[in-house]
């Protein structure tokens, strides 16, 4: 695993919508960590999502980070404009056997889980159950010929036996042992789209030099799959600190989709950075 007496950590948010407490949360707790050991912050822009991207959504997140007093290295890093890695990564993890084409809808996998009394679990429910992973090779061909929409799904039983048994570690909570189909054969990439959060997020850190994952202990689980994909491309390690989420009144994480109360209203509403430091837990 890489050492660094000068940590690398990033911020790397979806330009979906604007920023909320739980973001400047996870922003904060990044910077610090980088500053605290004298190392580098850096900004990561994760527009994969042409559908649901909107620029005027990445201009509120600089504005809002800026407004909180950070600042990161130029230019950030934009996910769109790196395909062409994405895509590469795919193909060597295909040419090694390791991906499969799934033409299952969501409805349809939702149906053959409730069928099905023994359908795999995971962390947060059911798994996909691995309704395409033995097609035969000519029905698999058939179907992409014939247009059929896919999305390419890591095997994750067969990832396990290339990597070997792997460890990785958390600053706070100590080292994990791998457990390769914990959220079963995620999607990778799929035909309109070259590459899932999975691939991209974990190529991306490596790609910038990031030697400390700070995120919200949601995405514990899914570190699983990260580990193991920087095992299988040969990519570097860093570690990981999973951070405690920020809650609203019922208990629930803060969401946009949920429409946690975001910063550019708290600043019109007469809040400060300060104050807005202070919300999130970190006091001047």
């Avoid at 990439?189 to 030697?211: E, F, K």
Wanted: aromatic share 6%; charged share 25%.
């Amino acid at each position: 695993m890489q050492a660094s007496s000068a940590p690398v950590t990033r911020f790397a948010p979806s330009p979906t919508g604007r920023l909320h407490l739980g973001h400047a949360f996870a922003a904060l707790f990044a910077e610090r960590l980088a500053r605290a050991g004298e190392g580098r912050f850096l900004l990561r822009i994760e527009d994969i999502d042409p559908g649901r991207c909107r620029p005027e959504f990445e201009a509120g997140i600089s504005q809002d980070l800026a407004w909180l007093g950070l600042a990161w290295e130029m230019p950030p890093r934009r996910q769109s404009e790196h395909l062409g890695e994405y895509r590469k990564a795919l193909d060597a993890l295909a040419s090694r056997g390791l991906l499969y084409p799934c033409f299952c809808s969501r409805r349809e996998i939702q149906a053959e889980i409730a069928a099905s009394a023994g359908a795999p679990q995971g962390p947060e429910g059911p798994l996909y159950p691995g309704t395409c992973r033995h097609l035969p090779a000519d029905i698999r061909a058939a179907r992409i010929a014939a247009g059929e929409p896919y999305a390419l799904r890591l095997d994750s039983a067969r990832a396990g036996e290339v990597a070997g048994p792997l460890d990785w570690e958390d600053l706070e909570r100590g080292v994990f042992h791998v457990v390769p189909g914990l959220l079963g054969d995620v999607v990778l990439g799929r035909r309109d789209a070259p590459a899932s959060y999975h691939l991209a997020v974990t190529l991306d850190d490596h790609l910038q030099g990031v030697t400390l994952v700070t995120r919200g202990e949601d995405l514990l689980p899914a570190t699983h799959v990260h580990r193991l994909l920087q095992a299988l491309l040969g990519l570097d390690v860093p570690r990981w600190r999973h951070h405690r989420l920020l809650l609203n009144e019922k208990g629930e994480r803060l969401a946009k989709r949920d429409g946690a109360m975001t910063l550019a209203a708290l600043r019109a509403a007469g809040c400060s950075a300060g104050d807005v430091r202070a919300m999130a837990g970190f006091e001047d």
